[in-house]
């Protein structure tokens, strides 16, 4: 295996999936490359011990956060069950440092639910992928915090597809927004 072939191997501490498909390892991963960047940072003087404790506590408090994050996602999902069970195709749009997590709701939506699912920056979106939207599909806009152009396309995509989610890290919430602040 590659793993014998490298100069180190990196344990990502998640133990061995215990399902069909990896679930676990995206989180675990960026998690891991957060911490060596600090480590770096340290190391190099780009961080301060201060900035250092800073970065830990907040990794720490995201941490202890994920808790009421499944629940309230968990809510969520039921209050919207049947469109989501009757959805046939999935699309998300996302900016920045979320087009990751874009791609990697295609990536593990295909391969839990299987069904067409994918994920897009948003501009590209915008730059043609858009008019393939028709109203079998369900789609989630991905935003740190409110931002004009992602609801600028919900809203106007919205009378054409099955139904416009929003996913954010802000703090407006209604029926159709998930508000994970």
Do not use: W
Request: hydrophobic letters at 40%.
């Amino acid at each position: 295996p590659i793993g014998c072939a490298s100069d180190g191997v990196l344990d990502i501490n998640t133990g061995i999936e215990s399902v069909g498909f990896v679930t676990r390892g995206f989180s675990a991963t960026v998690l891991n490359l957060l911490l060596i960047a600090l480590i770096i940072a340290r190391k190099q003087e780009k961080a301060s011990e201060v900035e250092e404790q800073h970065y830990l506590a907040e990794l720490q408090r995201l941490v202890a956060a994920i808790p009421e994050v499944i629940v309230r996602t968990s809510r969520f999902i039921d209050r919207h069950s049947e469109t989501l069970r009757s959805g046939e195709r999935f699309v998300a749009t996302g900016y920045g440092a979320l087009v990751g997590v874009a791609k990697e709701f295609e990536t593990k939506f295909t391969e839990t639910v299987r069904v067409p699912s994918s994920g897009f920056e948003l501009e590209a979106y915008m730059h043609g992928p858009y008019l393939e939207a028709n109203a079998r599909h369900v789609m989630l806009f991905i935003e740190d915090t409110p931002d004009a152009r992602t609801r600028a396309l919900r809203d106007y995509l919205a009378p054409s597809i099955g139904r416009a989610f929003t996913l954010t890290l802000g703090d407006e919430e209604d029926a159709q927004t998930l508000a994970l602040n």
